[in-house]
């Protein structure tokens, strides 16, 4: 990319109707400090390695399906399969992989005969294909103008609360970035937040056709 061109930005989250696939919990993947008295923020950080737990679906038949990619906190937290990981390991910046602890349920056994009543779901020991964690550290800033953000402090913490346009677009700053393929933005959340991507890192994901993956056009990187 030029420095005088703006390139396009992509978010990345769960597609609307997955289904088919099995679901994941983060467990006790943040740690809570302070909480505003006035607006109710509590800062939080995030703690590693990243735990999981895998759920059973209470309506329907269940699943036992590992997606390529998972999702156990909202957008927040990006769990992979093998496969995700060597794909994209030499060919992307800003990203480094952490590892996955499995929780155990101390109550759920691996049942000895599977039945057509048995619900399908993932059972532990775990038997599916290695996962990691793809763990982004760069946070960038938005033009908050630009971006259609208006805010207010916070008269308890200072902290900036954001209103969005409903038509309003991620812009980022040239400046604000250093070339990461994958990045957060931290008036969307920051750490808390999304995974943005740039065009060369979208157009690889869309080739690997990954699967439960929804990858969404959010705005753009500006001179
Ligand atoms: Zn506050």
Redesign the pocket.
């Known amino acids: 990319m030029l420095n005088t061109q703006s390139a396009t930005i992509y978010s990345l989250a769960e597609p609307m109707h997955g289904g088919r696939f099995t679901s994941v919990l983060s467990v006790g993947s943040r740690k809570f400090g302070h909480e ?1 008295s ?2 109710g ?1 509590r800062e939080s950080e995030r703690v590693y390695p990243l735990r999981i737990r895998w759920t059973v679906e209470e309506w329907g038949p269940g699943s036992d399906v590992i997606p390529d990619f998972n999702w156990p906190r909202a957008h927040q937290i990006l769990l992979v399969s093998q496969l995700v990981r060597d794909y994209l390991q030499e060919r992307v910046t800003g990203i480094r992989f952490g590892a996955v602890e499995m929780v155990d349920d101390p109550t759920l056994h691996r049942p000895k005969r599977i039945t057509k009543r048995t619900k399908k779901r993932v059972w532990l020991p775990y038997e599916g294909p290695p996962l990691h964690e793809i763990i982004v550290d760069k946070v960038v800033h938005l033009d908050i103008e630009r971006s259609g953000r208006t805010f207010t402090l ?1 008269p ?2 200072g ?1 900036k609360q954001f209103k969005v346009r409903h038509d309003a677009q991620d812009i980022v700053p040239r400046s604000e970035w250093t070339g990461e393929d994958f990045f957060r933005i931290d008036e969307n959340g920051g750490a808390d937040g999304p995974v943005f991507v740039t065009q060369h890192a979208r157009d690889l994901l869309k080739a690997g056709r990954f699967t439960n993956l929804s990858i969404r056009k959010c705005g753009a990187i500006v001179p």
Do not use: D, K, Y
Request: proline letters at 0%; hydrophobic letters at 25%.
């Open positions: 505003c006035v607006c923020f916070c308890g913490c902290r």
